[in-house]
């Protein structure tokens, strides 16, 4: 089967770093992608891991271990703006995605 | 480019009535998707289309339909509405070269809020 875990909700500080964690299970995987979705609006597109290591771009960076079923998610320089869902997805093969539930971020100043 | 549009953005039905959520892509995107996204869950994939003529079922298929009758076009039917099917949805489409490293990003729409009372 197929399993996504990521923390519920965290807090951190503007100016801050955060990282967001992501572990999973999967028959299938072709690569992992983090989605931002600010409350009520659409999910979209972040950042896209799949090969082992750190994709770096802008404040953001993404980081893939294939072996551990782990990812995670470094958002530098907190700005309030940043403050939505972060969600770890799945690319189980071609088109194929599954979503995890999200990680709340709440940025206070 | 409009991007990945949908309609109406809010509607409220009553059980057993039936309606149709639009929505239509401007980025000649071969694959297209339905989502519904419940309260503190994960987005589900209801149906998906990989062509003009293509569906096929998702995780979550009962109680909806789908068309894909040209490559802009992806309207989702809820024939008999159930309190159970009140929800976010939303609408996707992908550009995707299918090898094993596909990279398919998706680009979503606005969204539907759907209340079945």
């Known amino acids: 089967g197929q399993n996504i875990d990521q923390p519920t909700e965290m807090t951190a500080t503007e100016g801050a770093i955060v990282q967001i964690n992501c572990t999973y299970q999967?028959?299938?995987?072709?690569?992992l992608f983090w989605y931002q979705q600010h409350a009520g609006e659409a999910p979209t597109f972040l950042s896209y891991?799949?090969?082992?290591g750190l994709e770096e771009k802008g404040r953001f960076s993404s980081f893939l271990s294939r072996s551990k079923g782990y990812s995670y998610l470094l958002l530098k320089e907190l700005q309030m703006k940043d403050s939505a869902s972060y969600l770890c997805v799945l690319n189980t093969g071609g088109f194929k995605t599954i979503f995890g539930a999200g990680t709340r971020l709440f940025v206070k100043a | 480019n409009a991007g990945v549009t949908q309609t109406p953005k809010f509607r409220i039905l009553k059980i057993g009535q039936s309606m149709t959520l639009q929505c239509a892509q401007d980025m000649n995107h071969n694959y297209m998707y339905w989502y519904r996204q419940d309260p503190g869950m994960g987005l589900k994939l209801i149906y998906y289309?990989?062509?003009?003529?293509?569906?096929d079922k998702g995780e979550v298929p009962n109680g909806y339909n789908v068309s894909r009758s040209t490559t802009e076009d992806f309207p989702l039917r809820l024939e008999l509405a159930a309190p159970s099917q009140t929800s976010v949805y939303f609408c996707?489409?992908?550009?995707?070269?299918?090898?094993?490293?596909?990279?398919?990003?998706?680009?979503f729409g606005p969204g539907t809020r759907l209340t079945v009372l």
């Open positions: 999967t028959s299938g995987f072709n690569g």
């Open positions: 996707a489409s992908s550009y995707s070269n299918p090898t094993a490293a596909s990279y398919n990003e998706q680009f």
């Open positions: 289309s990989v062509g003009a003529g293509i569906t």
């Open positions: 891991n799949v090969l082992d």
